[in-house]
């Protein structure tokens, strides 16, 4: 069983990225997922969390309006998509499976720094 997650990177304030998190190793579309994410010195927190069919979707409101959350269950992918991005979403972000699985991925770096 297995999470990587990819596309982080260094972005100026109001940029965009998009995250990936590819799965393996279990049945994908049977799981809810989540991205997480860690600031240096805090807390890891919920950012966005999607249905395992995809018609449900919560944001924490720090992000609400500004990412979108959304999978590809025949790609076996969770994607976040990162729009209007402030310095204070820089963190690790995280994906992570539903219970009873709830495997953490390894993380990607994400910087918004001008």
């Known amino acids: 069983v297995q999470l990587v997650e990819s596309g982080g990177g260094l972005v100026q304030p109001g940029g965009s990225l998009r995250l990936s998190c590819v799965a393996s190793?279990?049945?994908?579309?049977?799981?809810?997922m989540t991205w997480y994410r860690q600031a240096p010195g805090k807390e890891r927190e919920m950012v966005a969390s999607?249905?395992?069919?995809?018609?449900?979707?919560n944001y924490a409101d720090s992000v609400k309006g500004r990412f979108t959350i959304s999978r590809d269950n025949d790609k076996k992918t969770v994607y976040l998509q990162m729009n209007s991005l402030k310095p204070e979403d820089t963190a690790v972000y995280y994906c992570?499976?539903?219970?009873?699985?709830?495997?953490w991925g390894q993380g990607t770096q994400v910087t918004v720094s001008s």
């Open positions: 992570k499976t539903s219970a009873p699985l709830a495997v």
């Open positions: 190793g279990f049945t994908f579309r049977n799981y809810r």
């Open positions: 999607i249905s395992s069919a995809g018609g449900s979707t």
